[in-house]
């Protein structure tokens, strides 16, 4: 059974800045894509940023320039650096896992910017 763990969260001012980790376990394929969504109150669950593990990026335009997505691929464990935050990027934040025909979803991690 693959599980994914998240962790970081928390509540941080606008302008600061917070550091998400998300670690796999289990039997991980080599080929695969690890990522960060987010659902804020009221809005559906949308992309932040994904990382395949030969090292192409997608980033939500909303986030560019902001958050830095990267990995470990010995420690199966995919990283989100959120500087810049904004109120806006209030949500809870999921960690993603792609894999052969499979997907995989971690528990989810509450970010709060807020003054």
């Known amino acids: 059974q693959v599980q994914l763990v998240e962790s970081g969260g928390g509540l941080v001012q606008p302008g600061g800045s917070l550091r998400l980790s998300c670690a796999a376990s289990g039997s991980i394929f080599r080929i695969n894509v690890m990522g960060w969504y987010r659902q804020a109150p009221g809005k559906q669950r949308e992309l932040v940023a994904d990382l395949t593990s030969g090292g192409s990026t997608n980033y939500a335009n909303s986030v560019k320039g902001r958050f830095t997505i990267s990995r470990d691929n010995a420690k199966n464990t995919v990283y989100l650096q959120m500087n810049s935050l904004k109120p806006e990027d209030t949500a809870v934040y999921y960690c993603?896992?792609?894999?052969?025909?499979?997907?995989?979803w971690g528990q989810g991690t509450q970010v709060t910017v807020s003054s």
């Open positions: 993603n896992l792609r894999m052969l025909t499979m997907s995989y």
